[in-house]
């Protein structure tokens, strides 16, 4: 991992490559054929119903799914039912669960004005994850974090309606903290108050208050979540590149790991509180700032979550600190520049190792649509180095993401289910690949499911909306369910895309 990926190189050969770029990528000819944005925002929130654990409601527009997993929580005395299955098993896993929230929030907060007749449905994506968020907070001084034992689930190839695998609750608490995962928790809840501030204003008090009590615990009860459930999250939501806020050093630092990550946990819990700030200010109460001590350490990192958090938080006018490194951040992932940790592919997608890299390419492209909006309204440029990148620029970057995913790319193949000509017919997604319950009402065990996974026939249940992992480096996708990095949808790669949908649905 390079330690100063925010200082711009003052290499002159590389900077003659980067202006180059800077001049070159949006004059870049795109295979354009105009994409219908309406049309991906409304598949890429219908995805959520098709992700939705618990007792469906009567409104639920995607027929293949059933209820699901009604008794959630209940070997712990606590209700614990609903939310998101976050991917293709049928795991509810509270970090992306968390994340997925925060950022349809911030879909929403910031893009919501473009969703027309879609915000209502994106709105209620973003309930179906703060009631379970609720749910997983009731208790103070506790969040349950994960419902569901990986290693069980994914032993089985079983619809959620099926499911006969191990459904135990974990929880961080006083003695178990995991300050990054309540962290997370209370960036949702607060994020989603902003959501339902004037909708729903009761409701929205309540997501604040718990965001407040959700943070002061995370606050006070510090550590990885990764070491206090270690054998539960690992290697799932452990410490890989992403929002996981896992932080790797490079090898021969290998030791000193577990307390550098400590470390930029509770940063990013700092920073992550921000907005929670943010918001309390707004609303008249003295809640205090998080120091800023751990600006340092996350300028060394290269991660996602806390750049977006910085990226984010930048919109605040006294945060100028905070947008030198946001600027810095956005800078690195321009094309042209030779980051160790983000790459482009030939054909043009942001690209970083360790699978499901959709999840890179929806939330950097979020921040720089955000980040855009944002310097534009501020009527200034992001300086990096001797060169300054342009909000348009920027926004230019994000839509030819957003083009790639919807088919714009050198295979022809749309990256989201339903939408185009070409697009993923072997999801790597057990619901989806297995006949729905109404075309075979009888239990499917949990190997007899295998038939289905390893059949080269279409999945029978087109889960219209799933954006899947993606091509590798080389912009190949081979489209076969065992290729779970590529093959597998996430909530985490819909959620930011529904933002930047929403926006290109009404400007382009
Ligand atoms: C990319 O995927 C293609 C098709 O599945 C495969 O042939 C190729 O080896 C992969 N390349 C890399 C670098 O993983």
Redesign the pocket.
Known sequence: MARNIHSFPENAPLLRAVFFLFLLFPLRPISASQNDYHRALHMSILFFEGQRSGRLPPDQRVKWRRDSALHDGATSGVDLTGGYYDAGDNVKFGFPMAFTTTMLSWSIIDFGKNMGPELKYAIKAVKWGTDYLLKATAKPGVVYVQVGDAFSDHNCWERPEDMDTLRTAYKIDVSHPGSDVAGETAAALAAASIVFRSRDPRYSRLLLSRAIEVFEFADRHRGAYSSSLHHVVCPFYCDVNGYQRGCTRPQEDANTESTYCETRSYCTLEIQSMSLVGITNMQGSTFSFPSHCCMHVLKACNDDGSSHAEVLMGKADYFESFKQNADGFICSILPGISHPQVQYSPGGLIFKAGGSNMQHVTSLSFLLLAYSNYVSHANKVVPCGSRSASPNLLRQLAKHQVDYILGDNPVGMSYMVGYGARYPQRIHHRGSSLPSVQAHPAHIGCKAGSQYFLSPNPNPNVHVGAVVGG????????D?RP?FQ?SEPTTYINAPLVGLLAYFSAHY
């Open positions: 091509p590798n480096v080389t912009d190949a996708f081979p076969s290729y590529e």
